[in-house]
Every structure is written in C-alpha cells, then in structure tokens.
C-alpha cells in the first residue's frame, strides 16, 4: 500500500468518518443482539462478533466504508446447528467459513460479480430495503402512540437537521434528542437494554472445544459452506451498491479474503459468522462515513459502549433507532424502479420482480440473487439465439444451393439452426457460408454434424467454409461428420 492510497483510506475524512462509525456503532447494538437471539446464542456472541469483523474489515476489505458485522442472513442458517451441537460447532464452522472465503478470494471468484445483471441488483437492492422495514414491524406491536411519535420525532429530525446544518450527522442528533427526551420525561418505552443483556467484558482469545473426527468435519463443512457462500454474496452486492453510492471501484476478490480473515478472528474470539451490511453501510456513507475510518470506529466504538458505557446504552429507546433504520429503508429503496418498469425491457422487469419476491418470500438473499441471475441468462440466451440467421440462394441449374449462417450459434439458437435447412431439397451439393457466425458449445457443434450427415444421408455433397479460428478449433476438436466411424454411428442413431 503507498502512503498515497493510506492517506485516502483513512486520513482524508477523519471527523466525517469517526461520526458516522459513532451512528453506526449505536445503530448495530440492537441488531447484533437480535442476530443473536435468532441464531439461538447469548447476545454477547454478536456483539463480539460485530466489533471483531468490523475492525478486521476495516483493515483487511477491499472496499473503504462499507460495515461487516454478524448479520440476519447469516444467523438464519446457524439455528439448526446451536440447537443440534450447541456452541463450541458454531464456533468452528466460523473458523471454516473464514478459511472457505479466504479460499474464493485467491481462487479470484469475486469477479463473478460481473455476470450479476443490474436488474438484479435493483431487486436485491429494493427487497433488502423492505426486510429492513419489515424488520421494525415488530418495534411498534403492542405499543403506545408514545412509540410512533418517538418515531415520527426521529424521522423529522433526520430529514429536517440537514437543513440547518450538516456538521453533525442527522441520525446521531435524532439518537441523542430522543434518548434525552425520554430520560428527562421518564417515558417508559422499549429500549436497547430490553432486547438482551449486554456484555460486561472484553472479548478473549478461545479455540473451540469440539472432538477433531471426519464426523465433526462433516457438520461443519454442511454449515460452513452456506455460510461462507451466502456471506460472500451479500458483501459483494453490497460492495457494488456502496460503490454506486459513493462513485469510487472496490476491489471484490480483496473483499472476500478480507471478510474471510474477519470471520476467523471472529471465530477465534467468541463471535459468531457474519458478512456486509447494506443498512448500516448506508447509514454510513449517508452520515459521511467513506474510509476505513469509520468502519474501524464503529467496531471499536461499539465495544467501549457495550461494557464501558453500558447503562447510558442501554437506556437508548428502540424507537430513535427504529427511525433510522426506516430512514435507511427509504434511502436504499430504489424509487425509480417504478419509473424503470414502463420504461425498461419486460425482461428485465421481470427479472427485478422476482428477486425482490423470492428474497421477501424465503428472506434468503443468495437464493433470491440466484434466481435473479438464472432469469437473466435465459433472457440473454433467448435474446442471443434469435439473432441467428441463416439465407440461402439457389444457383442457375438449380443444382447447388449455398448457405450463409449469421449470428451466434449455442444451445439456445441449435435448433433453429438445423430447422433452416431443407434436406429433402434434390440437391447435388450445398455450401454453408459461416464466416460471418459463431459456434460456441457442444451443442452447436452437434448441430452442424447433424446438420451435415443429413444431407450426406440425402446424397448431397456438403462444404463448409469461411469458419473463424476459435470456431474451427471447437469443430475440428469435438465435431464427428468428418470420422466415419462416428458418423456412421451417429447417422445409425
């Protein structure tokens, strides 16, 4: 690293970056302890958690203000191992999850990011800001107007304080005004310190307590794995949306080492698995936050007011942080999304729709993102397949006809490739001009032996030329027209 990028990485917004990892640090408070409660664990596993992957990432991740801490996603897929093995297994599979993405990072899989299209980061984007306000339902059952005007309260002095000034942090000033409030009135709401007891030391170093066998191999790799994979999802996504956010590159394989290094630290210290956060990273780069400054503060932070200022945090109402959290939803949501379904291919809308269906349907963001993604290559395969053509001309005595084949050949456009030729046409020879297509696969190249074993089946003497380099080493490596032996076994078939 040159001083250069150091300077820009951390030294270059100090005052915006430590306040905006001061938000973050009281707005991942509740969230770490509720990732924790569902992942069936004490609440200090996720605050540990926390602190250790956002330190950790801070340094070691490849993109400068985005949050890592434990996360909803993650946490669903660990209750069944708690529950069966208890703690010391999850704190193993962390270890194996960290040690599984440090791997997808030097095998360089996070440039997997590109085939990921925009309409399904759009999705994503738009149904994570809905699970983020889904998630503050719960926040206002069974609770008095007292609660909503909290809220309301909160929410105008987010949007409102920017326009007095924007030294400070609006979501912060909300926290404070309505934590202060409510100390002053006595109001008796629901605060951080009713969502779980909060921890009353540091973290230490403990390698998990667990009998090293193939069976104990085997749970912890059908965790892990999961694990390992939804986590580097959700941070690559999230790397590229803070990247829009903030119109500055991040490096995706960088990202994985460096969220798999954070896992094991994690796991080393009595934490349990996370990943990126898109609510708290905007909470971040919309306070201010854009080095890795403010991912470092927030981590650190965060345990100085979990065991040092314990009884003041644990005094802060849900409602100041239920109303950034709404404010997060709203910023995240991708309003012109609406705009973009009448303007925009159906494909594409389509594509958008159901991954923001199966993502709120199965609040599993991976396999929301991968149905995204499976949509999107059977539109571009469909789109691309009908861009093939084939024409043909008859010459003078009628004896020859020559074809010329356009266009992409592979699975998508074989059939239509071999319905363009007419084989019962009396033909002493045909030619098949391809210099202007391309075969791609297997299956194009079974098109073109069906192709021309079927008019030597005929008695009509085929010649194909004009083919590009790459296609004809494809062909001459796979194609079996020319081998009689398995010609004669495929024409026999």
């Given at each position: 690293m040159?001083?250069?990028?150091?300077?820009?990485?951390?030294?270059s917004?100090?005052?915006?970056?430590?306040l905006?990892?001061?938000?973050?640090?009281?707005?991942l408070?509740p969230?770490?302890?509720?990732f924790?409660?569902?992942?069936?664990?004490?609440?200090k596993?996720?605050l540990?958690?926390?602190?250790?992957?956002?330190?950790?990432?801070?340094?070691?991740?490849?993109r400068p203000?985005?949050?890592?801490?434990?996360?909803?996603?993650?946490?669903?897929?660990?209750?069944?191992?708690?529950?069966?093995?208890g703690?010391?297994y999850?704190?193993?599979?962390?270890?194996?999850?960290g040690?599984?993405?440090?791997?997808a990072?030097t095998?360089r899989?996070?440039?997997?990011?590109?085939?990921?299209?925009?309409?399904?980061?759009?999705?994503?984007v738009?149904?994570l800001?809905?699970?983020?306000?889904m998630?503050?339902?719960?926040?206002?059952?069974?609770?008095?107007?007292?609660v909503?005007a909290l809220?309301?309260?909160?929410?105008?002095?987010?949007?409102?304080f920017?326009?007095?000034?924007?030294?400070?942090?609006?979501?912060?000033v909300?926290i404070?005004?309505i934590?202060?409030?409510?100390?002053?009135t006595?109001l008796?709401?629901?605060?951080?310190?009713d969502?779980?007891?909060l921890?009353?030391?540091l973290?230490?170093f403990?390698?998990?307590?667990?009998p090293?066998?193939?069976?104990?191999?085997?749970?912890v790799?059908?965790?892990?794995?999961?694990?390992?994979?939804?986590?580097?999802l959700?941070?690559?996504m999230?790397?590229t949306?803070?990247?829009?956010?903030?119109?500055?590159?991040?490096?995706?394989?960088?990202?994985?080492?460096?969220?798999?290094?954070?896992?094991?630290?994690?796991?080393?210290?009595?934490?349990?698995?996370?990943?990126?956060?898109i609510g708290?990273?905007?909470?971040n780069?919309?306070?201010?936050?854009?080095?890795r400054?403010?991912?470092?503060?927030?981590?650190?932070?965060?345990?100085?007011?979990?065991?040092?200022?314990?009884?003041?945090v644990?005094?802060?109402?849900m409602?100041?942080?239920?109303?950034?959290m709404i404010?997060?939803?709203?910023?995240?949501f991708?309003?012109?999304?609406?705009?973009?379904?009448?303007?925009?291919?159906?494909?594409?809308s389509?594509?958008m729709i159901?991954?923001?269906?199966?993502?709120?349907?199965?609040?599993n963001?991976?396999l929301?993102?991968?149905?995204?993604?499976?949509?999107?290559?059977l539109?571009?395969a469909?789109?691309?397949?009908?861009?093939?053509?084939v024409?043909?001309?008859l010459s003078?005595?009628e004896?020859?006809?020559e074809?010329?084949v356009?266009?992409?050949?592979?699975?998508?456009s074989?059939?239509a490739?071999?319905?363009?030729f007419?084989?019962?046409?009396?033909l002493?020879?045909?030619?098949?001009?391809v210099?202007?297509?391309?075969?791609?696969?297997?299956t194009?190249?079974?098109?073109?032996?069906?192709?021309?074993?079927?008019?030597?089946?005929?008695g009509?003497?085929v010649?194909?030329h004009?083919?590009?380099?790459?296609?004809?080493?494809?062909?001459?490596?796979?194609?079996?027209?020319?081998?009689?032996?398995a010609?004669?076994?495929?024409?026999?078939?």
């Amino acid at each position: 690293m040159t001083y250069r990028t150091f300077r820009q990485d951390w030294l270059s917004n100090i005052r915006n970056d430590v306040l905006a990892g001061t938000v973050v640090a009281l707005a991942l408070i509740p969230e770490a302890i509720a990732f924790s409660i569902i992942a069936g664990v004490d609440p200090k596993i996720g605050l540990y958690a926390a602190f250790c992957i956002a330190v950790t990432v801070s340094i070691t991740g490849g993109r400068p203000g985005m949050v890592s801490a434990a996360t909803g996603s993650t946490a669903l897929l660990m209750v069944t191992l708690v529950k069966d093995y208890g703690l010391q297994y999850l704190l193993l599979t962390t270890l194996c999850t960290g040690v599984l993405q440090i791997i997808a990072g030097t095998l360089r899989l996070g440039g997997l990011m590109r085939f990921v299209s925009r309409s399904v980061i759009t999705g994503f984007v738009n149904a994570l800001a809905i699970l983020i306000f889904m998630a503050q339902l719960p926040q206002f059952v069974g609770a008095g107007w007292q609660v909503y005007a909290l809220v309301a309260a909160g929410l105008v002095i987010i949007y409102g304080f920017p326009r007095i000034t924007r030294a400070v942090p609006s979501p912060l000033v909300s926290i404070i005004a309505i934590t202060a409030f409510t100390l002053l009135t006595g109001l008796h709401v629901r605060t951080v310190g009713d969502m779980g007891a909060l921890p009353h030391s540091l973290p230490v170093f403990l390698l998990p307590k667990v009998p090293l066998n193939l069976h104990t191999l085997v749970v912890v790799l059908s965790y892990a794995v999961p694990i390992a994979v939804v986590g580097l999802l959700e941070s690559l996504m999230t790397a590229t949306i803070v990247d829009e956010f903030t119109d500055t590159p991040s490096d995706k394989n960088r990202e994985c080492v460096g969220q798999g290094i954070a896992n094991i630290v994690s796991g080393l210290f009595g934490g349990m698995a996370g990943c990126a956060m898109i609510g708290q990273s905007v909470i971040n780069v919309k306070s201010g936050g854009r080095g890795r400054l403010s991912t470092l503060c927030a981590g650190i932070l965060l345990l100085i007011m979990v065991v040092f200022a314990r009884p003041w945090v644990s005094r802060i109402p849900m409602a100041a942080l239920v109303a950034v959290m709404i404010m997060v939803s709203i910023g995240t949501f991708k309003w012109s999304s609406f705009r973009d379904l009448r303007e925009h291919p159906k494909s594409s809308s389509v594509v958008m729709i159901a991954t923001v269906v199966v993502v709120i349907a199965t609040h599993n963001l991976a396999l929301g993102v991968l149905v995204g993604v499976l949509l999107s290559a059977l539109f571009f395969a469909r789109k691309v397949g009908q861009v093939m053509h084939v024409g043909s001309t008859l010459s003078a005595d009628e004896r020859m006809r020559e074809y010329r084949v356009t266009g992409q050949v592979f699975f998508a456009s074989s059939e239509a490739f071999v319905n363009a030729f007419d084989f019962r046409e009396a033909l002493d020879a045909v030619s098949i001009d391809v210099s202007r297509a391309h075969f791609w696969d297997l299956t194009a190249v079974g098109a073109l032996d069906k192709v021309v074993l079927k008019f030597r089946r005929e008695g009509t003497r085929v010649e194909v030329h004009g083919m590009n380099e790459a296609s004809a080493t494809l062909v001459d490596r796979l194609a079996v027209h020319d081998r009689p032996e398995a010609a004669e076994a495929l024409m026999g078939h």
